[in-house]
């Protein structure tokens, strides 16, 4: 390529020259992989005084965490007004050594991988597609590996598109072209994978897909000419702000939720719940790990009126982030809580399973039993009434007239095979928690 000044513009012309106009040369000879240098001479001579011929030297350097879209630069020295410069820095400069094969979407690899070392592949993008996804499993057990993927270039652990460097077992990577930063594009990418701290047994399978997530097997892929692109529509309990229909909607005029529930990853699932009390002042949510659970999944339980809760959108969230608990609780009050549809999210963690129980409750006053009573409190309903209303009596003050005495609904928390009888304080609505 030959760029000539002209009048104020510049003007890039393909130059097709005999060979011997072209000569190339290292950079630094010292250094061989700094990058490269041709010079290209045009044929036009400088001036008319017939001076010496143009000519343009193009430089390439090499930087292997520098953009795919680079800033060419061009200019001129003062000294030499017939030599025009063209500078680039590019990934691509770079030596490529041995070049990375090419893989199909599905095509499994197997691969030993020494300790500190990296293996690359490409895969080819079409503009159909919606998602890459790599997935990698660790077969053996000492070390962990890192994976990375980026658009026309080799990633580095400084310049990347999408990476995933837990030391799990297992990952997964994915870029969509319904991302807002570094979306999906058509071209080539290129997987890099780094063992770390020994040698690593493992397998690695990329997937391309027409419609984010293949829909999750929860819908069908179809084409919306509307938008020009693939989506996926989802089945209706699987109809959510997930365009990969892979959160489940419970809704509990359909499904109750008094049942052991399973989470596996760090999938979500979503509960509709409508509170239709216009004098509830209190909303109370409870979630309760299942007590044969493994104990390993961090869970996260948040809660949003009239919307999907997201971790950055929410009326309330709780997450575990470094210890492994067991009940997890949020509780809305006027004037968050008012009428209308409230949904709630529960979500696991990878490569884990979560089983657990959850309650929702609403009213004017909720009282919850959380403390060991006698045994004899589980033999009737009846003692355990009574025991409720001498431990409420005390709190009386705190209850109106048309509130007191309360309703009691007997929920099971199975977490716990003896009564629990502790009043915590007024501020919870109309229920009355007994366990047995």
């Known amino acids: 390529m030959l760029c000539q000044f002209d009048k104020g513009v510049f003007t890039s012309l393909i130059s097709y020259y005999i060979p011997s106009d072209i000569t190339w040369s290292l950079l630094s000879p010292a250094n061989p992989g700094a990058g490269v240098q041709w010079t290209i001479q045009n044929g036009d001579f400088c001036t008319d005084s017939f001076s010496p011929k143009r000519k343009a030297i193009i430089q390439l350097t090499c930087n292997p965490n520098a953009p795919v879209t680079s800033t060419i630069m061009v200019y001129e020295l003062p000294s030499d007004p017939c030599t025009y410069y063209i500078s680039m820095t590019h990934p691509n400069a770079c030596p490529v050594g041995v070049k990375p094969p090419k893989v199909a979407s599905g095509q499994q690899q197997n691969v030993t991988l020494a300790a500190n070392t990296w293996t690359y592949w490409t895969i080819d993008v079409s503009s159909t597609q919606q998602e890459l996804q790599v997935q990698t499993q660790q077969t053996s057990s000492e070390g962990y590996l890192e994976v990375y993927l980026r658009f026309d270039a080799k990633p580095t652990e400084q310049t990347y598109d999408r990476s995933d460097t837990s030391t799990k077992p297992n990952h997964k990577v994915v870029i969509r072209y319904t991302d807002t930063t570094n979306r999906l594009q058509a071209g080539t990418y290129y997987i890099g994978v780094k063992a770390v701290s020994a040698s ?3 397998r690695m399978t990329p997937w391309t897909f027409l419609c984010p997530g293949d829909c999750s097997g929860n819908g069908a892929c179809v ?5 020009g692109i693939n989506q996926c529509d989802c089945d209706q309990a699987y109809d959510s702000n997930f ?6 909607v419970i809704d509990p005029t359909v499904a109750n939720y008094a049942y052991l529930h399973t989470l596996v990853d ?8 409508q509170q239709n009390d216009a004098n509830a002042y209190q909303l109370f949510v409870d979630l309760t790990r299942y007590f044969q659970d493994s104990a390993q999944a961090m869970p996260t339980l948040m809660i949003k009126y009239g919307d999907w809760p997201t971790y950055n959108d929410n ?4 997450q575990d982030l470094w210890n492994v608990e067991w009940d997890w609780e949020l509780e809305l009050t006027k004037p968050a809580l008012t009428q209308g549809m409230f949904i709630i999210a529960v979500v696991g963690s990878p490569d884990t399973t979560f089983q657990y129980f959850l309650e929702v409750m609403s009213g004017i006053v909720i009282i919850t039993a959380m403390a060991w009573a006698p045994a004899t409190l ?4 009846a003692l355990a009434t009574l025991a409720m209303a001498t431990l409420i009596a ?7 007239a048309q509130t007191f005495p309360l309703p009691l609904r007997f929920l099971p928390m199975t977490r716990h095979t003896t009564p629990l009888l502790l ?10 928690c007994w366990s047995r």
């Open 200 to 202: 690593i047994n493992f």
């Open 223 to 227: 084409y919306n000419p509307d938008v």
């Open 243 to 248: 365009d990969d229909c892979s959160a489940e």
């Open 266 to 273: 760090d999938t979500w699932r979503y509960y509709r719940f």
């Open 315 to 318: 009326d309330g969230m709780v």
């Open 378 to 381: 589980s033999t009737t309903p």
């Open 394 to 400: 005390p709190y009386a003050r705190c209850l109106s």
């Open 423 to 432: 009043i915590q304080r007024c501020r919870m609505p109309t229920l009355i």
